[in-house]
């Protein structure tokens, strides 16, 4: 399976500003996915990273508030914009290799939102 | 029609004994099941995982029963340990549908010594 690696790892950030946060993977993937998982909560799809095209967004969720950008087979990046406390979540990337449906997950980016 | 329904929110098991936690879905399209274990500050990690053409699928000490009929799954952890303290996801997805996984609500699984 792949190895992913998510960075950073958690972050404290100001109402208002943004945060990018990256996902790489050891091994070309054919799926990239970025779900939030709110505390205490389960896990939500945000959006299929695409790439070199715009990411498919899931009900709820619009490219203004999460740009997302896939420029190769193994980077994508997620901006949570404008943040604001209700942003403070786990963010995780999330990837399937081939036609297999085994999704591997990174351990997620814990945001606070002061 | 997306969602898929986990019970309990919460479980605790004596050392030894057996957990167990259900999951139903209502789309039949889903035909992918598969079971995520996460500890806590960790990423989901894939379990076990099961496709509807069979009833029953078993990995060392842990069992998927499925119910096509019903639209039930469910995860038995036998002889449970310390160790599968944990909270367990139980999810689905669809071939045809970019492979998107949808999650259920999450069981939260203490097992005490």
């Known amino acids: 399976s792949a190895v992913i690696s998510q960075k950073p790892s958690r972050d404290i950030c100001q109402r208002g500003t943004s945060l990018t946060i990256q996902c790489q993977v050891d091994?070309?993937?054919?799926?990239m996915f970025w779900y939030r998982q709110q505390p205490g909560q389960s896990l939500t799809l945000i959006a299929t990273?695409?790439?070199?095209?715009?990411?498919?967004?899931e009900s709820g969720f619009v490219i203004d508030k999460f740009p997302i950008s896939r420029p190769n087979l193994t980077f994508s990046t997620l901006t949570v914009s404008n943040m604001s406390p209700e942003d403070s979540s786990i963010y995780l990337c999330?990837?399937?290799?081939?036609?297999?449906?085994?999704?591997?997950f990174g351990s997620g980016t814990r945001l606070t939102v002061v | 029609q997306q969602q898929v329904k986990q019970s309990p929110q919460s479980l605790i098991v004596q050392k030894g004994g057996i957990s167990i936690i259900n999951c139903a879905y209502e789309?039949?399209?889903?035909?992918?099941f598969p079971w995520y274990q996460q500890f806590p500050g960790k990423g989901p990690a894939l379990l076990i995982a099961?496709?509807?053409?069979?009833s029953e699928k078993k990995e060392g000490r842990f069992t998927i029963s499925f119910n096509k009929s019903a639209k039930q799954f469910s995860l038995h952890i036998m002889d449970s340990q310390p160790g599968d303290s944990a909270t367990y996801f139980c999810?689905?997805?669809?071939?045809?549908?970019?492979?998107?996984?949808?999650f259920g609500q999450g069981t939260t699984l203490q097992v005490k010594p």
């Open positions: 990273a695409n790439q070199g095209s715009e990411a498919t967004y």
């Open positions: 789309n039949t399209a889903f035909d992918y």
């Open positions: 091994s070309q993937v054919t799926m």
């Open positions: 999810a689905a997805s669809t071939s045809s549908n970019t492979g998107k996984l949808i």
């Open positions: 099961i496709r509807p053409d069979v």
């Open positions: 999330s990837v399937t290799i081939g036609t297999a449906f085994a999704y591997t």
